[in-house]
């Protein structure tokens, strides 16, 4: 292992994985640049399932760590199938953390799928910083940026802020659909709204289309026991009582469908781009 500016280095034996379980019907594949996240000690850390994955974690907190697959971007050109097949990047880490701006890993990756590009990359991030990789995204034939965004409210009692304002992430989504991308606002996983058609009108500057997805089913367990672990479901019920229910996910899908009509995603199917008709 080499130690890079906040990142250690090392050397994966292979890149690209199957989907199973919650992205099965979402993509062909899942990759992911980096291991943990340096963004986990901020809001999207609370509830994000993938610190539950001891395998992953090995014991150390979520947040603490953060290791770039060195040898990705030539394991990428190496397993990239022959066959049609499409991406999600990433599953398990952001693919653009603080980190990226000298390490390089995800960079690398989108230049070696302009090599050998899927049929269609799906981006999942919490960072505006993905709107620095415009013109990398537009040399791939078909991209769709997702784009996390949990509420309209950036404090909650006794929880960290978020990594990035919603105003920067807003504006990168403006940054990157200005340019022609598709791009997707994820309210996952959906926290609490303060100004609901507010926040609907906001992320229409920036965004074709919107998912919503509820900790309830959308955190790898089926009743949400993973983050029902957590203090984000007491959290939520503080601010607004019923939020950590999935009522509460469909009246905001119904407040949503009244701003995209057509485009309105919901769990899995909306991160595959199936929306409600």
Known sequence: ???????????????????????????????NPYIGCSLGRSLCGVGCYVQHNRFLTKGRPWGSFLEGKVNAAWLYLREAPRVPFSVFMSSATDPFPPQEKTAGITRAILQAMAIKPPQCLIVQTHSAMVADFVDLLLALPSVRVHISIESDRENFPGLPRPAYSIERRIEAGRVLRKAGLETVACLSPLLPLEDGPGFMERL?????????????????????????????????????????????????????????PGRVGVGPDGFAGRYLK
């Open 1 to 31: 292992m080499r130690y890079y500016e906040g990142v250690i280095l090392v050397e994966t034996r292979s890149i690209l994985t199957r989907c199973s379980g919650y992205l099965r019907t979402v993509a062909s594949h899942s990759l």
């Open 204 to 260: 229409q500057t920036g965004f074709g289309a919107i998912i919503v997805d509820h900790f309830v089913g959308g955190d790898g367990s089926a009743t949400g026991s993973r983050t029902q672990a957590t203090r984000l479901p007491e959290v939520m019920e503080s601010v607004r009582q019923g939020s950590a229910c999935l009522d509460y996910r469909d009246q905001v899908v119904e407040l949503a469908r009244g701003y995209f």
